[in-house]
């Protein structure tokens, strides 16, 4: 399925819905319905792999397989095993997408630097608005995640990508950008990556930044920062922007298309032009699945900023 980030992108999905150690207030899968930070074997290795070995028989064309999905994927205390799994099947490169709040830990960026691509995220300067914009876990603070992502990067060889994504009114004044810098001068990720609330997000009333101001505050990020948010006035037509990236790689004809669909709301909402795009049908046939999910009562529609799109009931 088409990333924003990534290309196209076959994802690996660790962590059972929401079981995260954040409750982001953009977070267009909803509220945290459990937040911690303990490291469990959420979900086993086989059947990652049984699944993983079934789209490569079917012949899986990806530029990544991309461990990410409905949660925070580092709380999977089997991380390390199910991408040494990944190894012994295929040779495509591996990709994490976390928070990195629990990279403050050794066992977790062990687990980590197994990838080839980790993307962190870095969403505010100081402690009162990391409180507001990530709502973290109480044992989680703003110093461990910073600390966390520098000694990640001391020890990891890959390529390191960091998410900043801005909320109008929250983390974006001058001073707060400033400060962001300074942690990012710090951290020195390989590439740094703006993004804003596009679809449907956990707390009413966060909007998107326009394109003029998220130029304006990738400038002040520094030359090297690029906007990964698709505000553009056909954005509904374009790829899907990515906070976790996409669920899957191209679509498998022995399943369910209903299903498929099903399971790419469960982690994002999506207008009908991003269900075309990431399916590869027309508009007609992503209605008809579109409405037989509705008629079940699994999906409502959701309208954003003149756009709508469609997410799973929780």
């Known amino acids: 399925m088409p990333s924003r980030r990534l290309g196209r992108s076959f994802g690996v999905d660790i962590v059972p819905f929401k079981v995260c150690t954040l ?5 267009q899968l909803g509220g945290t319905t459990e937040k911690n930070i303990e490291r469990k074997p959420y979900v086993p290795v086989e059947p990652v792999v049984a699944e993983l070995k079934e789209a490569l028989n079917q012949g899986l064309e990806t530029d990544y397989i991309t461990i990410a999905g409905s949660g925070e994927p580092t709380l999977n205390s089997l991380l390390g095993e199910i991408i040494d799994r990944i190894r012994e099947n295929t040779d495509i490169p591996i990709a994490i997408v976390t928070n990195g709040t629990l990279l ?4 977790v960026r062990e687990d980590c630097a197994k990838a080839d691509v980790v993307m962190p995220s870095l969403d505010a300067g100081d402690e009162r608005t ?13 110093e461990m995640l910073i600390s966390g992502l520098c000694a990640f990067r001391k020890e990891f060889a890959g390529q390191l990508w960091l998410e900043v994504f801005v909320v109008d009114k929250v983390n974006t004044e001058p001073e707060q950008i400033a400060k962001i810098k300074t942690i990012i001068e710090r951290i020195c990720p390989d590439k740094v990556q703006l993004n804003t609330a596009v679809r449907p997000t956990a707390q009413a009333g966060v909007k ?8 304006a505050i990738a400038d002040l990020l520094g030359p090297g920062c690029e906007i990964i948010a698709d505000v553009s006035p056909g954005a509904a037509h374009g790829l899907l922007e990515d906070k976790e990236d996409n669920m899957f790689g191209p679509h498998l004809p022995d399943l369910d298309k209903t299903e498929i669909l099903f399971s790419m709301l469960k982690r994002r909402p999506c207008s009908l032009d991003d269900i075309c795009s990431a399916m590869s049908i027309g508009r007609n046939e992503a209605l008809k699945y579109v409405t037989t999910l509705q008629r079940k009562g699994a999906v409502r529609a959701q309208e954003k900023e003149g756009r709508v799109f469609f997410k799973v009931i929780s």
């Open 104 to 107: 403050y830990r050794a066992d």
């Open 208 to 215: 998107k930044l326009s394109a003029q101001r998220l130029r």
């Open 23 to 27: 409750d982001c207030i953009y977070c």
């Open 130 to 142: 990391f409180q507001k914009i990530n709502r973290p876990h109480g044992d989680i603070n703003i």
